[in-house]
């Protein structure tokens, strides 16, 4: 069964060093989305990505992030300046457009401590 | 705004007991509701949705509009049952929502 992939597994950051995470989404899927999960805290919606472009972001997605698909298959967030309150468990997902399932499959993660 | 609450955040039961997570949500309009579960070292996956009305290893789920709820309920918990579980919601059916999850319920079954 196709999987949703993140690489790295962990990254570990110096604060205001920029990081690149990436993501490899099923690949007939069109919508991709990141989310975050803080220690102790909820997962929480960062941005939506479809036709190459932005279609939702958060209040926390501000200038410090961006996203790109660079090319058919990867979707990157880029953090460019880490702060340590960015340390957090990111998870990329992608989902179909198919009106009888809307599921957003997960990765499995990207563990990020900025020091 | 829209948001998930799930009032436990730590479950403990026996193999074989009744077992309910407890979903509220707010949202004005008509929501999509789902549960997701991670199970140890594995990623979050979709168990269930409001829509499908389906049963899945056992667990259903009832959306109760005039409660605001979604409680997940099994009737006789299994030991790898124990896992993550989160309440989540989105927008009217529709491709590309985004997903506001509830806080997660950590279920534990005990032999």
């Known amino acids: 069964e196709p999987e949703v992939t993140q690489t790295p597994s962990h990254q570990v950051t110096q604060m205001g060093q920029e990081v690149i995470l990436r993501c490899v989404p099923i690949s007939n899927h069109l919508y991709f989305y990141w989310y975050r999960q803080i220690l102790g805290q909820k997962v929480e919606f960062l941005v939506s990505?479809?036709?190459?472009?932005?279609?939702?972001k958060s209040e926390i997605f501000d200038d410090q992030f961006s996203v790109e698909r660079p090319d058919g298959s990867n979707f990157t967030l880029k953090i460019r300046s880490t702060k340590l309150e960015d340390s957090a468990m990111y998870f990329c997902?992608?989902?179909?457009?198919?009106?009888?399932?809307?599921?957003?499959?997960f990765g499995p993660g990207t563990r990020l401590t900025v020091t | 705004a829209q948001r998930v609450t799930q009032p436990e955040k730590l479950l403990s039961v026996f193999k074989g007991a009744p077992v309910e997570l407890k979903c509220n949500y707010s949202?004005?309009?008509?929501?999509?509701l789902f549960w997701y579960v991670q199970y140890s070292r594995q990623r979050l996956q979709l168990l269930l949705r409001?829509?499908s009305r389906e049963s899945i290893k056992g667990f259903t789920a009832d959306l109760n509009k005039g409660e605001t709820s979604f409680h997940l309920k099994k009737p006789f918990a299994q030991e790898e049952d124990s896992a993550m579980y989160y309440c989540?919601?989105?927008?009217?059916?529709?491709?590309?929502?985004?997903?506001?999850f509830g806080g997660g319920t950590r279920v534990l079954v005990k032999p």
């Open positions: 409001h829509i």
């Open positions: 990505f479809y036709n190459n472009e932005i279609s939702e």
């Open positions: 997902a992608s989902s179909d457009t198919s009106p009888s399932s809307y599921e957003q499959y």
């Open positions: 949202y004005s309009g008509s929501p999509e």
């Open positions: 989540a919601l989105s927008g009217p059916k529709a491709a590309g929502n985004k997903l506001t």
